[in-house]
């Protein structure tokens, strides 16, 4: 039941039975998401070893970092995974 329309995503489609053709990645895309990562991490770690003191509570700048460092760690293997699946 299929139609010729393009499947962008949403409930209905996947309903109908349509699915969203998923976005390859090329390996510079790759590449690229690797150095945010190593980018997000190292600004972490740095602010990580700035403020850490056995007891002391987190600051706002901690915890940005380190969602930013988790977003940029799940961005880098949805990328190799989409990668992966294109060759």
């Known amino acids: ?3 010729s329309r393009v499947a962008h995503g949403c409930t209905w489609c996947m309903i109908q039975g ?3 053709k998923p976005r390859t ?3 510079q895309q ?3 998401a690797k150095a945010a990562e190593k980018a997000a991490k190292d600004a972490f770690y740095a602010q990580h070893a700035a403020e850490a003191k056995p007891g002391s509570k ?5 915890n ?3 969602a930013a460092m988790i ?3 799940k961005a880098r293997q949805a990328a ?3 990668y992966a699946a294109a060759l």
Request: proline share 8%.
């Open 1 to 3: 039941m299929a139609s």
């Open 18 to 20: 349509q699915r969203p």
């Open 25 to 27: 990645m090329t390996l």
């Open 30 to 32: 790759v590449r690229q």
């Open 58 to 62: 987190p600051s706002a700048k901690y």
């Open 64 to 66: 940005k970092l380190q």
């Open 71 to 73: 977003a940029a760690t």
């Open 80 to 82: 190799m995974t989409s």
